[in-house]
């Protein structure tokens, strides 16, 4: 979930809970830290159900419902949503991502970028630096490595060749 909307406010929020007969509701943590929802018996609607469950099944065995145990939760991280570098939303539309990750054409992550006010009041994306690019230290390193060695190689052919231009051209002055 987003923390701040797109005027850079923060973003509050909060969980309401279903009101279930015969139980109280106590809400613990927040946003941060996450919600823990505890349902607790009350004791009237303990002696009004067993009073009602003795009278209709006299000869019956009842057993209780169990007692709904909430887990607590923790609100998770969303991942931003990846976009092309070709295909960027537009940072002033009220729909478009407060975070993205920027990718190439190969699905590569090129960097992060969060959504911030310019000082004219219009909005852009700003990469954030404090944060690594994800896989930008997994993904091997490509590119011309060895260059230099096929550089050296092509000019000594060149050197060679002119070598046996020269040494045929002199040869062909001395047989005149």
Do not use: C, W
Request: proline share 9%; net charge neutral.
């Amino acid at each position: 979930m987003d923390k701040q909307d797109a005027s850079n406010k923060d973003i509050v929020y909060g969980i309401k809970v279903p009101a279930i007969e015969g139980y109280t509701s106590k809400i613990e943590g927040n946003q941060v830290k996450g919600f823990v929802i505890t349902y607790t018996k009350t004791s009237a609607a303990n002696d009004s159900a067993e009073k009602k469950n003795n009278e209709e099944n006299k000869n019956e065995t009842v057993t209780p419902a169990p007692t709904p145990t909430p887990t607590p939760t923790t609100p998770s991280r969303p991942s931003r949503p990846s976009v092309s570098r070709t295909n960027i939303p537009n940072p002033n539309d009220a729909a478009s991502p407060s975070e993205i990750t920027v990718i190439d054409e190969n699905g590569v992550p090129l960097g992060n970028y969060k959504k911030q006010a310019k000082p004219d009041g219009t909005m852009e994306y700003v990469l954030i630096n404090d944060e690594e690019v994800p896989l930008g230290t997994v993904l091997p390193k490509t590119g011309d490595d060895y260059a230099h060695i096929y550089v050296m190689l092509g000019l000594l052919i060149a050197a060679a060749g002119m070598g046996i231009a020269f040494t045929n051209s002199r040869a062909r002055k001395k047989e005149r």
